[in-house]
């Protein structure tokens, strides 16, 4: 009768382990599937201690992101106010290229940018300028 308790005890781990293994072979599998977008080249001074560079009021910025993200989900902003943007595309990026609106001159502002990819995951990307006073 032990014996049998002890059997039953050791199937129900070894149910569990394999149970665990399984799951964690699926979650390290979707984080493959989804990749992430990819921001690049964005063509404004970014603004450091190292590089106190500033872009001129009301300047034309672009940069580039994945062809695989999902443009309807794009959200560009500047302090919180979305920014408006163009979109080309082509099949290796898409080039979003905006303008810094004109009441920020002479201000430290945040560029953020978040878009969503095909297949569901997301990336963030931020850019501090700061605008020269006209």
């Known amino acids: 009768m032990?014996?049998?308790?002890?059997?039953?005890?050791?199937?129900?781990?070894?149910?569990?382990i394999a149970h665990g293994t399984a799951n964690a072979?699926?979650?390290?599998?979707e984080k493959e599937t989804c990749k992430k977008p990819r921001f690049s080249d964005f063509t404004l001074p970014i603004y450091s201690a190292e590089n106190p560079a500033?872009?001129?009021?009301?300047?034309?910025?672009?940069?580039?992101?994945?062809?695989?993200?999902?443009?309807?989900?794009?959200?560009?902003?500047?302090?919180?106010?979305?920014?408006?943007?163009?979109v080309e595309s082509n099949s290796s990026f898409h080039k979003i290229t905006a303008k810094l609106p004109a009441e920020f001159n002479g201000q430290f502002v945040r560029i953020n940018a978040r878009v969503t990819a095909i297949l569901g995951c997301y990336d963030a990307a931020g850019w501090l300028v700061k605008v020269a006073k006209p």
């Open 54 to 86: 500033e872009a001129a009021a009301e300047s034309e910025f672009s940069f580039k992101i994945s062809p695989y993200s999902n443009l309807e989900t794009l959200n560009l902003s500047a302090k919180k106010n979305q920014l408006a943007f163009k």
């Open 2 to 16: 032990k014996i049998t308790i002890i059997l039953r005890l050791l199937a129900a781990c070894l149910l569990v």
């Open 25 to 29: 072979y699926e979650e390290e599998k």
